[in-house]
């Protein structure tokens, strides 16, 4: 049975939607695999409700399909054996009767992408019919882009009906462990949640094996498997020119950070580049990251790009780049390049993601001095780069943190280095209001040398997130 997992704030809108006296219109919307029908389904249960899933199909094969579901939702032969060729016709018979009323039309997009004049046709029919009756309409897409064009933007017909709208993003780290019946270890967990993200679809995939790398041969370099190809379907679906959102997503992979670097990879000039980066960031694939002490991130000149789905950061960095000797039959070469590599250029980058969600967790449990109230990253000069920062930019206090997603316990060396670093960084004037006493936070899935754990105990300033079980 699958789980039903970190989406109870949605869950709680539909409701409070469903609980008005008056029509409600919410719009959900989000990448493939992240749960929207599995979360209309489980708001549809024991409530009146029609759920219609839209297809790549003409508008009339659509229509037809639509029919016969109403008819045998109203209990009506005649409107199954009718010629109907009118969408109002058919929402005006659906809605008849006091009692309140669901329908869900998912994959909504597509009867705009048949009929571009379909989102004006709808406005008509809720305009004219649905907000006058007693309803709740979910228009639900997984095409990101079409969503925003044919509902949410201001030149849509639809613009301003909607009561509520939920873009579903990926369950966070802190509920990841609520998808397994069998608890994983913390190490484990980490390298999981490394590959598959918060994608409700790929961790259900790869729950049921206890190794990482045996999850990885069966569900992602197994050709039969959906993964293997994932990320040239989703990106089929949203953009043109793939293959140049495919070089952009590889060249970044490799490390190709600033936009001056991918612009190089590509040899393409860095002004045509924008266009691509803005659409994969729009996408919630790619994002650009700051310092965390910058104060206009959009005029910051400091940005560093980094995928921002686990999943097609592994996909461009093992799979991709290896194609040729998967699709001749050497997976095991794939495999062995991919246990050499998987830690260091995959699961430490995801650790540190997890760490930064972890310190906003400890400050609102009280396990830090302050609760921060921006946290991030920060590079500058002199090499400095740290991994974890939070700032309190109110009392103009900082903690800085480092992760080690090491085999063996950490000891007073890394709190010795993440000091040094810390120095070097607060000479920058972006620190200059946190420059009183920092506190040092250090992250570790093997826990702590004694040493450290006797440094830890008699300072205030220092404080260690490890082990098995944090």
């Known amino acids: 049975m699958r789980a039903f997992v970190d989406r109870q704030k949605d869950l709680a809108t539909l409701e409070e939607q469903f609980a008005e006296r008056e029509a409600a219109f919410v719009v959900i919307y989000g990448r493939r695999r992240i749960g929207k029908t599995f ?44 010629s109907v060729d009118r969408w109002d016709l058919l929402f005006d018979r659906l809605t008849q009767g006091d009692e309140r009323l669901v329908i869900a039309l998912d994959e909504f997009q597509y009867l705009g992408r048949a009929n571009p004049a379909f989102p004006s046709i709808f ?8 907000s006058r009756r007693n309803v709740m309409v979910i228009l639900c897409g997984s ?28 369950v966070p780290f802190r509920f990841y462990p609520a998808f397994f019946s069998t608890p994983k270890d913390r190490r484990s967990t980490i390298e999981f949640y490394s ?127 290896n194609r040729g000797l998967l699709e001749s039959g050497h997976t095991d070469e794939v495999l062995h390049i991919i246990r050499r590599n998987l830690i260091d250029a995959q699961v430490a980058y995801v650790y540190e993601d997890v760490c930064r969600e972890q310190l906003w967790s400890l400050g609102a449990e009280g396990a ?27 009392g103009g206090r900082a903690i800085f943190g480092e992760s080690k997603f090491w085999k063996k316990p950490v000891g007073e060396n890394v709190l010795a280095h993440l000091e ?36 830890a105990a008699s300072r205030s300033d220092v404080v260690l997130v490890g082990g098995s079980d944090s």
């Open 368 to 394: 830090l001095p302050f609760m921060p109230n921006r946290v991030g990253a920060w590079w500058g000069a002199r090499n400095v780069e740290i991994d974890v920062v939070g700032l309190d930019t109110e």
């Open 123 to 130: 406005q008509h029919i809720w305009d004219t019919i649905l």
């Open 195 to 321: 590959v598959t993200g918060g994608v409700p679809k790929y961790i259900e995939s790869f729950k049921d094996d206890a190794d990482i790398y045996r999850a990885i041969e069966r569900n992602v370099l197994n050709s039969n498997s959906y993964l293997y190809d994932e990320p040239n379907f989703l990106l089929s679906k949203e953009v043109s020119e793939v293959g140049t959102y495919f070089s952009i997503m590889r060249a970044v992979a490799a490390g190709n950070r600033r936009a001056g670097e991918i612009a190089a990879a590509l040899n393409m000039k860095q002004t045509s580049l924008s266009k691509y980066l803005k659409t994969l960031e729009r996408l919630d694939l790619l994002e650009r990251r700051v310092p965390v002490t910058e104060l206009n991130p959009e005029k910051s000149k400091r940005g560093l790009y980094h995928i921002k789905d686990n999943y097609l950061r592994f996909w461009f960095r093992f799979v991709f780049p």
């Open 420 to 455: 040094e670093q810390s120095a070097k960084a607060l000479l920058n004037s972006a620190f200059a209001p946190y420059r009183s006493q920092p506190t040092y936070a250090l992250f570790s899935v093997s826990g702590f040398t004694g040493e450290l754990q006797e440094i």
């Open 39 to 82: 979360l209309i389904t489980e708001f549809l249960k024991n409530k009146r409700g029609l759920y219609f899933l839209a297809t790549e199909e003409s508008e009339q094969q659509n229509r037809a399909a639509f029919q016969r579901q109403v008819a045998a939702f109203a209990g009506d032969g005649l409107l199954a054996e009718a």
């Open 143 to 170: 095409l990101v882009s079409l969503m925003e064009s044919q509902v949410l933007s201001y030149a849509s017909p639809l613009y301003g009906r909607r009561t509520a709208q939920i873009r579903m993003k990926q």
